[in-house]
Structures are given as structure tokens and as C-alpha cells.
């Protein structure tokens, strides 16, 4: 999902955590409620619980509340949170190139002949000197992005399955500011 105000464009996916508290509020109400029909006060006790349940699993589903920022775009570059290697704002100059690419996944046991959305996809952020953007990192952070770059891998990747259908919109928009630059 896209946010943008004032210039800076947010990119945002729900956390599996909301859809895990989602589902078991509406079950555990619906739950309470076939075991709450009863006439003693116990059981209208447990009436209420389930109900206030089932509210909360509905406030849940329509407020969206728990969004995960997974990547910025601002007029000083991209700040990724998807991956364990990017550390505060990738400045434009720092960017050589943002595309898609595929690569198979490290559980796959896919062939190279094998279909392409057997395939996973990244939004490949490749930096221009990736020597000097690693003295900026953590000597973990640092290890991952040099693990990447011998895989023939963008040194920074974002899943697009955390972007979804907002893909193409965050690589049009990195070129856009590429060009910019």
C-alpha cells in the first residue's frame, strides 16, 4: 500500500501478526459464543467475551492497524526496511541502478529450465560503490551485503511480494528520482 505526503512516498504491507490476531479474535469470539448459550449468568459472561471478540477481530480487519513500513522514497533516496542490510537512507548518488529481477529461492529445488513463477521475485537497489556504502554497516549487515554481491545479486534487495501490486510503482518512481539526480 502507498502513502505519500509531502514528496515522500511510503510503501507499507500488513504484518502476519495483524491476520494471526484478526482470525483468532473472530474464531475465539465465535468460539465463545456457541459455548456461551445458556441461561446462567456464567454463560452470558462468556456471550460478552466472544462478542467483544468478534468486535475487535472486525476493528482489526477494517482499521488495518499494524502496517509495516517495508521502503521510503524521498527526495534523499530510499530508506529500506525490508532486508537486514540496509542502514538508514541509500542516497541517490549511492544508487547506480532499481530493477526487478528473478532469481530461484534458496528453498527452491527448482532447474534453470524450470517455469518462471516457480521463481522469486526482488526489487534489485544496486549501489554504485558498494565498498564505501558497507563501511556505514555493521560487520553483520556487511557480511550479508558481500554474501549477496558474490551470489550475483543486487547487494539490497526488497522481496516484491512485501510490495505486492506496488512493484512497478516503487522502481518507476526510483528511476523517475534516478533520472532526477
Known sequence: MIKQT???????????????????SIIGGLISL??????????WGIVAVGV???????????????????????????????????????????????YVYQTFGSNSLAQAESKSDERDQFVGIF?????????????????????????KQAPINIPCNLLCEDTEKFVELCNAKLNQS
Do not use: H
Open 6 to 24: 509531502n514528496g515522500v512516498y511510503r510503501f507499507t504491507t500488513r504484518s502476519p501478526l495483524a491476520d494471526a490476531v484478526m482470525f483468532l
Open 34 to 43: 456457541s459455548l456461551g448459550l445458556g441461561n446462567s449468568p456464567v454463560m
Open 52 to 98: 467483544g471478540c468478534i468486535i475487535l477481530g472486525a476493528l482489526l480487519i477494517f482499521v488495518f492497524k499494524f502496517q509495516k513500513l517495508v521502503a521510503e522514497i524521498s527526495e534523499t533516496g530510499i530508506t529500506e526496511r525490508a532486508s537486514k542490510v540496509s542502514k538508514g537512507v541509500i542516497r541517490w548518488e549511492e544508487i547506480a541502478s532499481v
Open 127 to 151: 549501489l554504485a560503490d558498494a565498498d564505501e556504502y558497507a563501511k556505514r554497516l555493521n560487520l553483520v549487515q556487511r557480511s550479508l551485503l558481500k554474501m549477496n554481491m558474490k551470489l
